[in-house]
């Protein structure tokens, strides 16, 4: 194995040992970079960005690209992918930008229905709601 291939796989192995640290969260190229460079481990955004595809393609890794405007965020689901399950529908605060999930049957029924009386296939991992988050609603 030469140099850059046992390079490359450090990297990935620590990318994905991170991921890892944050269940359940969206991160960023940006928090990747932040985080390894918060641990005197710098990894170039080229290399996040090549190795977090890949997790996508492999279906390790998805990827919201919610507004067209902010950053792509990405979350571990490993090989058991929780929208192989369930639908997982998505709220993004408009005022800290927090991307919460959500998983409610309400939501599923209110899918069925589009797709039963109005033919329209909806995509839940396309589909994020917008609005303030608790925390946020409650300061206001």
């Given at each position: 194995?030469n ?57 390790v ?27 997982c ?29 109005h ?7 396309r589909?994020v ?6 925390d ?5």
């Amino acid at each position: 194995m030469n140099r850059k291939t046992q390079y490359m796989t450090r990297q990935r192995e620590q990318l994905i040992e991170f991921l890892l640290a944050v269940p359940g969260k969206h991160i960023t190229v940006n928090d990747v970079c932040e985080h390894f460079r918060n641990n005197g481990d710098e990894i170039g955004q080229t290399t996040v960005y090549r190795q977090l595809d890949k997790l996508v393609d492999e279906g390790v890794v998805n990827k919201y690209t919610l507004d067209g405007v902010g950053p792509a965020c990405f979350e571990y689901v490993g090989k058991d992918s929780h929208v192989a399950k369930n639908s997982c529908f998505h709220c993004k605060c408009v005022r800290c930008g927090r991307l919460i999930h959500l998983q409610c049957s309400e939501l599923d029924g209110i899918q069925r229905h589009l797709y039963e009386h109005h033919g329209f296939s909806l995509n839940p991992m396309r589909t994020v709601f917008y609005g303030l988050c608790s925390d946020c609603a409650e300061r206001e």
